[in-house]
Nanobody, 126 residues
Framework: QVQLVESGGGLVQAGGSLRLSCAASGRTFSTYAMGWFRQAPGKEREVVAA????????TYADSVKGRFTISRDNAKNTAYLQMNSLKPEDTAVYRC???????????????????WGQGTQVTVSS
């Protein structure tokens, strides 16, 4: 199985930046789509950004376009989410994913396994 370990969350003022990292164990990660999802209190989980296995395709939620950038370094088995111009409404638990859920948005699709990180809290104060 694949284990995803996240880091980089925290408290930041509106307008600031954070960079989330997701380090994956094993080599399987590099063949799967990867994504960042978030869930705020009282709201449904939503995809923030997703990236194909080789970085050739990305997708972003409308609310973060132009502010967030997803990337991956397969040689390091690590994915990133650079978050700039943060807003209070970005406050949520952010989870890293590789496999089926991310494959709903970018290739490869129909992945038979799904792995999630533990979640990291991002809090943006006004």
């Amino acid at each position: 199985q694949v284990q995803l370990v996240e880091s980089g969350g925290g408290l930041v003022q509106a307008g600031g930046s954070l960079r989330l990292s997701c380090a994956a164990s094993g080599r399987t990660f590099s063949t799967y789509a990867m994504g960042w999802f978030r869930q705020a209190p009282g709201k449904e989980r939503e995809v923030v950004a997703a990236i194909s296995w080789n970085g050739g395709s990305t997708t972003y939620a409308d609310s973060v376009k132009g502010r967030f950038t997803i990337s991956r370094d397969n040689a390091k088995n690590t994915a990133y989410l650079q978050m700039n111009s943060l807003k209070p409404e970005d406050t949520a638990v952010y989870r890293c994913n590789t496999g089926k859920s991310s494959g709903d948005y970018v290739p490869p699709r129909g992945i038979p396994v799904d792995y999630w990180g533990q979640g990291t809290q991002v809090t943006v104060s006004s």
